[in-house]
Structures are given as C-alpha cells and as structure tokens.
Antibody, heavy 119, light 112 residues
C-alpha cells in the first residue's frame, strides 16, 4: 500500500514562495498514477491545486495556474509543490493524494501539512 | 465559490436517513463524469467513501450509498450513527476548466 508524507516550512512570509514535498513510500512515483496536491484553508473546503503524471506535463487549477509548479523527482521518489507570491489566502493544510487503484478517486492521502502565510 | 454546490449543513437523529446533494453543470456531473464522495473527521485527511458515483471501497459500510441524476449527485446515509458526524465532500471532473478536478464546498453532518 502506497503511503504519502508531506513536509515543508510551516510559516511562509507574504509575497514569498511556498515549497512542499510529498515523499512516496511503499511504491514508486514512476508508477502509472496521477499525483495530486489538494489544499484546505482553515474552516473551509477542499481545493484541488493540480496533478502530474510521472512522465507527462502537469495540470493546474486555472485559479492558481500562474503561481503554481508541480514536479516529480524520481531519484528521491517524491512529489513537489511550489506556490509563488503567496498571501494570507494561501494559508491552510496541504495534502498530496492519489487514485492508487485507477478508480479516479483519491483513495490514498497524506496526513497533510499546515502552512501559515504571515509576516 | 465552488463549482459543485452542496448544502452547508444537514442533520438527523440516530437511526434516520439523510441525503446530501451535490449539484453541478453540463460540463461536470451532467457530462457523465464520475462523482466521488469523501468523509472528513476533524483534524484528519479526507477518507474516500464512494467512488465512481455508486461504488463503495472495501471497509465502507453499506449504510452509505451514492446516486446521480442529470447534473446532480447524492450521498445517502441510512441508519445514522453518532460516528457519522463529519464533513462530506463531493468531487468530479470539469471539462470546461482546462481539465480540472473540482470539489463541492462541503456539508457538515450533525447527528442530533
């Protein structure tokens, strides 16, 4: 069973860049899968950020497309997220998630990592 | 404002049946794309409850069921239990948004 573990700085300054990683264990990031990032502001709902196939181009939420970069590091078996020009609205829990059984739905999630944007 | 619309809250007494709606458009649910449902307990990651509109992953009680009609989908929970109190989210794919996954705004279920 694939497991996902997010990590990164818990505090980012406004206008800075949010950088997170998601380490994959129990499986290979080169497997046939779409690797996703989802976020959740405090007390609010889920928002899909984007996804990437290990050998393809990423897809991004149009509302974030100008600021987000998702990439895969096969040597480290991990997924990365970079979000530039952050504001307080980017504060929240960030999850990586995958449809591990090819069912389209996200059946494997990381535990999430909280990121606060504040001076 | 979410692409998929859910009621902010629903409630029911133990043993009762409740339904949570998820309303979309012709570019997502109405286009025939699958709908998935997640349950999120406080402080935890979402858990897959229903996939492919009507299918339950192993381990999910058959008290939970999903359906779809036109541009809307529904999650039904029968025999309501205190442990069902949580937030529920629907998810689908939207072809008008450059190929985006979209979520509903979430519904808080309160067991009275």
């Amino acid at each position: 069973q694939v497991q996902l573990q997010e990590s990164g700085p818990g505090l980012v300054r406004p206008s800075g860049t949010l950088s997170l990683t998601c380490v994959v264990s129990g499986g290979s990031i080169s497997s046939s899968n779409w690797w996703n990032w989802v976020r959740q502001p405090p007390g609010k709902g889920l928002e899909w950020i984007g996804d990437i196939y290990h050998s393809g181009s990423p897809n991004y939420n149009p509302s974030l497309k100008s600021r987000v970069t998702i990439s895969v590091d096969k040597s480290k078996n991990q997924l990365s997220l970079k979000l530039t020009s952050v504001t307080a609205a980017d504060t929240g829990v960030y999850y990586c998630a995958i449809p591990s059984r090819g069912i389209g739905a996200f059946d494997v999630w990381g535990q999430g990592t909280m990121v606060t944007v504040s001076a | 404002q979410s692409v998929l619309t859910q009621p902010p809250s629903v409630s029911g007494a133990p043993g009762q049946r409740v339904t949570i709606s998820c309303t979309g458009t012709s570019s997502n649910i109405g286009a025939g794309y699958d709908v998935h449902w997640y349950q999120q307990l406080p402080g935890t990651a979402p858990k897959l409850l229903i996939y492919g509109t009507t299918n339950r992953p192993s381990g999910v009680p058959d008290r939970f069921s999903g359906s779809k009609s036109g541009t809307s989908a529904s999650l039904a929970i029968t025999g309501l239990q205190a442990e069902d109190e949580a937030d529920y989210y629907c998810q689908s794919y939207d072809s008008s948004l450059s190929g985006s996954q979209v979520f509903g705004g979430g519904t808080k279920l309160t067991v009275l």
